[in-house]
């Protein structure tokens, strides 16, 4: 059974970072794409980024230059690098193993 468990939320100070992580039960080159996505209260779920197997990468606009994707295949895992945090960066954070595979979510609160 294929399990995507994310991690490393929390509460951070705006201009501050964080770093997420997807640790997945399966080699994560097992997807054509693997993904982060975030829903804030009130609002669509919405792709922050993705990665495809073969490296390339798409990024929303409102984080391009401040977040950056990565995996690690002998880990697993997939990475969220989240730097310059915005209070509208604030939502749960979903990893997604395309197309079916969801993780469970990790809040991400950006406020002072």
């Known amino acids: 059974q294929v399990q995507l468990v994310e991690s490393g939320g929390g509460l951070v100070q705006p201009g501050g970072s964080l770093r997420l992580s997807c640790a997945a039960s399966?080699?994560?080159?097992?997807?054509?794409?693997m993904g982060w996505y975030r829903q804030a209260p009130g609002k669509e779920r919405e792709l922050v980024a993705s990665m495809t197997r073969g490296g390339t990468t798409v990024y929303a606009d409102s984080v391009k230059g401040r977040f950056t994707i990565s995996r690690n295949n002998i880990k697993k895992t997939v990475y969220l690098q989240m730097n310059s945090l915005k209070p509208e960066d604030t939502a749960v954070y979903y990893c997604?193993?395309?197309?079916?595979?969801w993780g469970q979510g990790t809040q991400v609160t950006v406020s002072s």
């Open positions: 399966v080699s994560v080159s097992n997807f054509n794409t």
């Open positions: 997604n193993g395309s197309p079916y595979y």
